[in-house]
């Protein structure tokens, strides 16, 4: 089944509203009628409102980093799907290994932001992923089945309100470190999702699933990630902040 390939730039914590604007401008020069890949770029939450205007009618959709797995409220520095929504956000990322890792969302609270996420309509890119201690103990496969099953076995039987996940793999020892997994160590895992996802949800729905791959993504290992069967696409971190290099990754087929 062709799956439509989706490059995500995750801007981090990085820029300001100038320079997040001019970045987004840049993009919109490349890549705003790029065809036959979807793009969504994921700022800050203060420049959301701005980038998604500068994207306004474009090919490049807009998501939030992270949102709440509330709806309204009481709930200081916290950001609900409604507002993403409201600011002209698409996407949404889910469980990225920082909020996981630095600000401690557990499991659980992954899977309340993902029902959040989708209550809200935004197109959820969850992203699951171990971290070096655990790849070196063999745990893997393990942790990342883990990770899937508590967001989504709450689907099994209602795959409708998936219609739009997309799952991001992210090695967290690979992210920022500049340690790409190998397309052949990425696929290997990549592979086993997409088995565990079968298992969970059902074989079409797994057929049809987008998996990107993230952690140190760059112009020159994109292709080659590309090439692997259950590789559909790539979240980008620091590669993203270049216009041209994103654009390239984004054109992976060009390169090769
Ligand atoms: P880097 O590409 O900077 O390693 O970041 C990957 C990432 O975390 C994207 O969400």
């Known amino acids: 089944m062709a799956r439509t390939p989706i490059v995500g730039g995750n801007w981090k914590m990085f820029l300001d509203l100038a320079g997040a604007v ?57 950001v609900a799907g409604p507002m993403l929504r409201s600011v002209g956000c698409s996407h949404v990322l889910v469980g990225h290994s920082e909020r996981r890792s630095v600000f401690g969302d557990s499991d659980e609270m992954v899977a309340r932001k993902l029902a959040a996420a989708l209550a809200a309509g935004l197109k959820p890119v969850l992203c699951i992923g171990e971290n070096l201690q655990e790849r070196q103990k063999g745990e893997t496969f393990s942790v990342v089945t883990r990770q899937l099953r508590s967001a989504l076995a709450p689907y099994a039987g209602k795959t409708d309100a998936l219609a739009d996940l997309v799952l991001a793999y992210e090695p967290v020892w690979a992210i920022g470190t500049g340690l790409t997994a190998t397309p052949e160590q990425a696929q290997e895992v990549h592979a086993h999702i997409r088995q565990e996802i079968a298992d969970l949800l059902g074989k079409s ?52």
């Open 22 to 78: 001019q970045l987004a401008t840049d993009v919109r020069h490349r890549l705003g009628s790029v065809r036959g890949v979807e793009v969504v770029v994921f700022p800050p939450f203060p420049f959301l409102k701005s980038v998604a205007d500068r994207l306004a009618e474009s090919a490049i959709g807009v998501g939030g980093q992270d949102l709440s797995s509330e709806t309204s409220g009481a709930f200081t520095g916290a």
């Open 205 to 256: 729905f797994a057929a049809a699933l987008r998996i990107q791959y993230g952690g140190s993504v760059k112009a020159s290992s994109a292709p080659g990630l590309m090439q692997q069967p259950d590789i559909d696409g790539m979240l980008v971190g620091g590669a993203s902040l270049k216009a041209e290099e994103f654009a390239q990754i984004v054109k992976f087929r060009q390169a090769n």
